[in-house]
């Protein structure tokens, strides 16, 4: 009964380590052992708790992301903990004994031992007795040092990461003078038909695109991170993005601006803007669906036109084939339309937030 007990204690030891390791030392988006699961299990249970209280829906979410790594840390230090004092049990009042009076050996002693060697370097008032305990309770104390050093590292990292994120989110709410619409932010890098720094800034968009596509991949639980604010949302992130890309494709005129079009900034704001939103959906959420009401081409139709008439009031040349530059957008948009719905839906946002520049001239909701 011991040896099993004991082998149950080294197996939740070593589930808390792979995991940490995976999380922290190895952290890809698709590797997480047991963090992912925690994650989810705990964004789900925020979403409940917000349908009850509709009322406080956005505060109530805000808190997900923190209390989430509030609640992965204390699983790796509960599976440590439990681990240890699965193992140490047996030993109470034989290898381990009370430094006065007689030795419990009750199992919240075992816990109250294996907390206590984990959390500093003493032994307190229950002290091995033996070589094989003593160099337990030192391997436990390393690892606990260690574990809350890595530990304080990654939450650095994500909120560094975070920091990165929301400065990226501001900056192209900013750039589309507050309008959240991309056909402004487009118009306004070419405004005047100024080409001299378009693909410059487009290429500077698709490189902090490119950093927010790694740390969603080292960082899954960024995702996780929802403010008040729309203009923070990754959705709105990815939607500026992506339609900007889709309209610099369709919208301008392939022939003077080829240069535009076809860059390797296009490109790499196009393909790494896909890229993040397909591995978000197929990693975390690839339950997540979406409704009928997200494909709505007389909209996104209205929306081309509009931001065809922007771009020629700033002098900029358009598509000269208007019904084939709708074609090519409406084709683009179906690529990335999907992903970004699903993504929308499973973070609780409501699509006037999202889409707001396209919605707010027809009030659908």
Request: proline fraction near 2%; charge should be neutral.
């Amino acid at each position: 009964m011991n040896f099993f007990v004991q082998t149950v204690g080294v197996g939740l030891i070593l589930l808390a380590l792979l995991d940490i390791y995976l999380t922290v030392l190895h952290p890809r988006i698709e590797s997480s052992l047991l963090s992912a699961k925690i994650a989810r299990a705990t964004w789900y249970i925020f979403r409940g708790v917000a349908q009850i209280f509709p009322k406080q829906r956005n505060q109530l979410l805000t808190y997900s992301g923190s209390a989430i790594i509030l609640t992965i840390v204390v699983m790796w230090v509960l599976l440590l903990v439990l681990g240890f004092a699965l193992i140490v049990w047996s030993g109470l009042g034989t290898a381990i004994q009370a430094s006065e009076g007689q030795t419990p050996t009750d199992f919240a002693t075992a816990l109250y031992y294996s907390g206590y060697s984990l959390t500093t370097l003493g032994t307190g008032d229950l002290v091995p007795k033996t070589g094989t305990y003593r160099l337990l309770m030192f391997l436990q104390a390393a690892l606990g040092f260690s574990i809350f050093t890595l530990t304080i590292t990654y939450i650095l990292s994500v909120y560094s990461a975070l920091i990165r994120r929301n400065t990226f989110a501001l900056s192209l709410h900013h750039r589309t003078n507050d309008t959240a619409s991309s056909a402004e932010l487009l118009a306004r890098l070419a405004a005047g038909d100024n080409l001299n720094n378009i693909q410059q800034d487009i290429s500077n968009i698709a490189r902090e695109l490119m950093n927010l596509l790694e740390s969603q991949n080292t960082y899954s639980v960024l995702l996780y991170f929802r403010f008040r604010q729309s203009y923070y949302a990754l959705p709105r992130i990815m939607y500026l993005a992506m339609d900007l890309a889709t309209l610099i494709q369709s919208a301008l005129n392939s022939n003077k601006y080829r240069s535009i079009v076809e860059s390797a900034a296009t490109a790499e704001l196009w393909c790494g803007g896909l890229h993040l939103l397909e591995q978000v959906c197929h990693a975390l959420l690839p339950n997540a669906r979406s409704d009928e009401r997200d494909y709505n081409e007389r909209l996104w139709r209205e929306h081309y036109c509009t931001a065809i008439k922007r771009l020629q009031q700033e002098g900029i040349e358009t598509n000269p084939d208007l019904e084939a530059g709708i074609e090519l957008y409406l084709s683009l948009r179906y690529e990335w339309q999907p992903y970004l719905c699903k993504l929308i839906h499973y973070m609780e946002y409501d699509r006037y937030e999202i889409f707001f520049s396209e919605l707010q001239r027809t009030k659908l909701r």
